[in-house]
């Protein structure tokens, strides 16, 4: 498989890993701040990196039923969020191919 190098991201604020301050995110890629997951607030976000992703399961959330995939940091193993592979309301498809990250889980890295 060879090794795989993390991603540094270059922008005015980025956000980490809460417990390893590997980059996840641009600030400028938040799609909305109007989520919430089982740590709190929550943010939804158009791309993410250095993450893994778990196998894909059905879940009902508040807003219906979805198939999603936790992420994970690809550095400390660490849960941060999960992924949106499949909306079944027409209202939630907007969410299809995006990143949630929990804010508890995150910080701002310099």
Do not use: P
């Not at 991201?9 to 989520?35: E, P, Q, V």
């Not at 778990?54 to 936790?70: C, I, N, Q």
Request: proline fraction near 0%; aromatic fraction near 10%.
């Amino acid at each position: 498989m060879g090794l795989s190098y993390n991603v540094y991201l270059n922008s005015s604020r980025i956000y980490g890993c809460k417990s390893c301050k590997t980059h996840m995110a641009n600030h400028d890629d938040i799609i909305s701040r109007n989520f919430r997951g089982q740590h709190g607030k929550a943010y939804l976000f158009n791309a993410v990196v250095n993450i893994t992703q778990a196998e894909a399961v059905e879940r009902v959330m508040t807003t219906g039923k979805h198939v999603v995939r936790d992420i994970i940091c690809r550095q400390c193993k660490e849960t941060v969020g999960w992924k949106y592979d499949k909306a079944y309301e027409s209202t939630e498809k907007y969410k299809e191919g995006k990143y949630i990250l929990e804010q508890e889980l995150l910080c701002y890295v310099e």
